[in-house]
C-alpha cells in the first residue's frame, strides 16, 4: 500500500464542483508537484488531504489509515500533515519563535524550553536564528515564508504540503526559499507541492500532476511532462508557460 | 505617422503660462471679518464687565478675549503686503515669482479669515450666554452662577466619585461577561446551536431595552422579587443594571473584531494541530482585543455617561445631588456642573482612542 493514497476526492463549493473525482498515490519520500492553471483545483487538493476542506466523496488514505469522513481525529492528522501557505500565515502577535513552538508546546505537549531548543536549532539551519525575537511584520516576504516553513517542521510532520510557498515573493528571494525545500527533499521529507516555478518542479519532483479544471489530466515523470506531454491540454498549458518567461 | 500606433505623434501648442491669481478680494473679506470680530467681542467684553459688576478678574478676561481677536490681524496685514509684492513683480515680468508671492498672500489672507470668523463665532457665542443677565435670569444667571457651584461643589464631587467607580466596575465585569457571550456566540457546529442563540437572544433584548428602564427593573425589582437579597445596595444593583446592558453592545464589538480576522489565520493554526479553542484562545482572541480597543472604549465612554441614569433609581451620584441642590437654590448651575464633571473625565478618553486610532492606522500606512 502506498504512503499517501487519494482515491477519486470530489469536492464542491456550492454547485461550483472544484474536484471532479481526483486519485493520487504519493509514495514515502516522494516529490509530487501539481501544476495547472489558476483555478485548476491545486490549492483545494492540498487543503483536502490535511482536512482543512472536507471531501464531498472519495478517500484519503495516509499510512494505511483513512483520514476521511467522520470520526477522524483531525487535530492528531495535521500533526503528522504540516502546510505552508502562499501567504505566509504567521501569526502577527507572536514573535517568530512564539509562532514556531506554539504548536510543538500546545498539541505536543513539549517543554517550553525543549520546544524552544529545538526550534532554535531549525530557525538556524534557515539561516532565521537572528530573528527569533523579532515580530513578522519585521520580517520580509522570504524570511516570513522560512519561519512558515519552520513553524510546520516543528511539529515533525510525516507530510508536507507546501501551496505556491513562493508565489507572493519578490523573485530575488524566491531561491533561498526553494533552497530550503531542495534540502527537504534530499532529506527524504514527503511533499506534495503546488508550484509556478517549473524549472523546480522539474528538478526536485519525482512525479508531476496537471491539473485541468479539477481533474489530473496527466501525470508522470518530470520529464516525460515538460519534454514530451502526451496531453493536447498539458501542451498548451506549457507553451503558455513558456510565453510568460517562466521555463 | 501610422493611424496604429499607441501615441500621438503630432506636437500640440504649448499652453500659455498661468497668470497669478488675484489677492485683493481676500485680503478685504479679510480685513471686514477681522473688524466684525474684534467689534463683537469688544461689546461682549463690555458685557461680560457688567454682569461681574466690574469685577478684576472679569476685566482682565474681556481684556485678554479682545486681544485675541486682534490676532486675525497680522497674517491679513502679511496678505497685503504679499499683493503689493505680486503686483511688483508682475509689472517686472517676473511671472513665477509673483505666482508664489500671491500664493503666499492668498494664503495669508485665508488664515486670517478662518481665524476672524473663529471670534465672530465665540464673540456671538459669549454675547448669547450674557443677554437679560441684567435682569437676574438669561443663560449665564441660569447655568453659570457661581455661587451656586461654590455652594454645591463640595457635595457634588463625592457624588461624582460614586459615578466614576460604578463605571469602573461595570467596565471590567463587562469586558468578561461580553467576551463570554462573543465566544457563545461563535461556537461551532450543531451542538453549540442552543448556547449560540441564547447569545444572540440576550443581545438582542439587551440592546433593544433602554438602559434606564433596565436600571428601574433592577433596582426597585431584585429587592422585591428576592427579599433576602434587600440587604444588596442598590448602587450594587445598579452596576448590574449597567453591566447587563453594556455587555450586551462589547460582545458585539468583540464578535466584530473575531471576525475581522482573516481565515487564513484559523487556516493557519489548525493546520498546525490546534483545536478551536485552542485557536480562538492563543490567536483569534489575542488579535481581536488588539483591534476592538477603540471601539471599546468608545462604548466605555457610553457606559461612563449612563452612569447618571442612576439618579433615577434614587441613588446619590452625580445628577441626583445636583437636582436636590438645584431644588434648593432654584438654580440650575449644579447641574452645569454635574456635566463639567463628565467632560473633564471624557475628553482625555476620547483623545486617547482618537490616538490609538491613528497610531494603528499609521501603522497600517507603514506597514
Ligand atoms: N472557500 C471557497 N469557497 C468557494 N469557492 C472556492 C473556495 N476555495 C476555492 N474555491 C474555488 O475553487 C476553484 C479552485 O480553486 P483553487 O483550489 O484555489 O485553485 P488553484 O489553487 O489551482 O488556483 C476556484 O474556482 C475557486 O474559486
Ligand atoms: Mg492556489
Redesign the pocket.
Known amino acids: 500500500m502506498s504512503f499517501l493514497e487519494i482515491s477519486d476526492v470530489h469536492k464542491s ?2 454547485h ?1 464542483e ?2 471532479k473525482g481526483v486519485s493520487l498515490t504519493v509514495e514515502r519520500h516522494e516529490v509530487v508537484c ?1 501544476i ?12 483536502c488531504v490535511n482536512q482543512l ?1 472536507q471531501v464531498n466523496s472519495g478517500e484519503i488514505h495516509i499510512d494505511g489509515d483513512t483520514v476521511t469522513g467522520a470520526g477522524v481525529d483531525l487535530n492528531r492528522l495535521r500533526r503528522d500533515v504540516g502546510i505552508v501557505f502562499q501567504s505566509y500565515n504567521l501569526f502577527p502577535h507572536m514573535s517568530v519563535m512564539d509562532n514556531v513552538t506554539l504548536a510543538p508546546i500546545r498539541v505536543g505537549g513539549v517543554s517550553k524550553r525543549e520546544a524552544q531548543e529545538k526550534a532554535m536549532v531549525l530557525l538556524e539551519s534557515v539561516g532565521m536564528g537572528i530573528k527569533a525575537k523579532a515580530f513578522p511584520d519585521s520580517l520580509s516576504g522570504g524570511q516570513q515564508q522560512r519561519v512558515a516553513i519552520v513553524r510546520a517542521l516543528a511539529m515533525e510532520p510525516r507530510v508536507m504540503l507546501l ?2 510557498i513562493t508565489a507572493a515573493l519578490d523573485p530575488e528571494l524566491v531561491g533561498d526559499v526553494l533552497e530550503i525545500v531542495r534540502e527537504l527533499a534530499h532529506e527524504g521529507l514527503t511533499m506534495m507541492l ?1 508550484t509556478h516555478e517549473m524549472g523546480f518542479a522539474k528538478e526536485v519532483s519525482s512525479q508531476v500532476c496537471f ?1 485541468d479544471q ?1 481533474a489530473i489530466c496527466e501525470h508522470g515523470s518530470a520529464q516525460q511532462i515538460f519534454e514530451e506531454p502526451r496531453e493536447e491540454r498539458t501542451q498548451q498549458f506549457l507553451s503558455r508557460v513558456v510565453k510568460s518567461g517562466r521555463l | 505617422m501610422s493611424s496604429s500606433s499607441l501615441i500621438r505623434s503630432d506636437v500640440q501648442p504649448s499652453p500659455a503660462p498661468s497668470p497669478p491669481q488675484p489677492v485683493l478680494p481676500l485680503t478685504v473679506a479679510a480685513v471686514v471679518a477681522s473688524v466684525i470680530g474684534i467689534a463683537l467681542m469688544v461689546l461682549a467684553a463690555v458685557e461680560l464687565r457688567n454682569f461681574n459688576h466690574h469685577g478684576v478678574v472679569s476685566t482682565i478676561i474681556g481684556v485678554v478675549l479682545v486681544l485675541l481677536t486682534l490676532y486675525p490681524l497680522w497674517p491679513t496685514l502679511r496678505s497685503i503686503g504679499a499683493g503689493r509684492e505680486r503686483a511688483r513683480l508682475l509689472q517686472d515680468g517676473k511671472l513665477v515669482a509673483a505666482r508664489r508671492s500671491a500664493a503666499r498672500g492668498r494664503e495669508d489672507a485665508q488664515i486670517g479669515m478662518g481665524y476672524a470668523v473663529a471670534s465672530v463665532v465665540v464673540a456671538l457665542l459669549l454675547l448669547m450666554v450674557l443677554a437679560n443677565s441684567a435682569h437676574g435670569n438669561g443663560i449665564a444667571h441660569t447655568f453659570f452662577s457661581s455661587s451656586a457651584w461654590r455652594q454645591s461643589f463640595s457635595q457634588m464631587l463625592p457624588a461624582f466619585w460614586i459615578n466614576i467607580w460604578v463605571a469602573l466596575i461595570a467596565q471590567v465585569l463587562v469586558l468578561i461577561f461580553g467576551l463570554l457571550l462573543a465566544v457563545m456566540r461563535m461556537l461551532p457546529g450543531r451542538a453549540g446551536a442552543p448556547l449560540r442563540r441564547i447569545a444572540i437572544v440576550y443581545c438582542d433584548v439587551f440592546r433593544a431595552v433602554p438602559a434606564i428602564v433596565v436600571i428601574y427593573l433592577i433596582v426597585f425589582g431584585v429587592p422585591l422579587a428576592a427579599p433576602g437579597l434587600t440587604k444588596i445596595s442598590p448602587t450594587l444593583l445598579g452596576v448590574l443594571a449597567l453591566t447587563l446592558t453594556y455587555s450586551a453592545y462589547v460582545a458585539e464589538v468583540y464578535r466584530a473584531g473575531l471576525q475581522s480576522i482573516h481565515p487564513s489565520q484559523t487556516a493557519a493554526a489548525r493546520s498546525l494541530g490546534l483545536s478551536y479553542f485552542q485557536t480562538l484562545r492563543t490567536v483569534l482572541v489575542p488579535q481581536a482585543v488588539r483591534r476592538v480597543i477603540p471601539p471599546l472604549l468608545n462604548d466605555f465612554i457610553s457606559l461612563q455617561k449612563d452612569t447618571a441614569l442612576l439618579s433615577i433609581a434614587a441613588i446619590g451620584e452625580a445628577l441626583l445631588t445636583a437636582t436636590i441642590w438645584q431644588a434648593k437654590l432654584f438654580n440650575l448651575s449644579p447641574v452645569t456642573l454635574a456635566a463639567f464633571f463628565f467632560i473633564i473625565i471624557t475628553i482625555p478618553q476620547a483623545r486617547f482612542v482618537d490616538y490609538l486610532i491613528n497610531r494603528d492606522a499609521s501603522k497600517r500606512a507603514g506597514g
Open positions: 463549493f456550492g461550483n472544484v474536484l501539481l495547472g492553471a489558476s483555478g485548476s483545483g491545486k490549492s483545494t487538493l492540498l487543503r476542506e501551496d505556491e503546488a491539473l479539477g
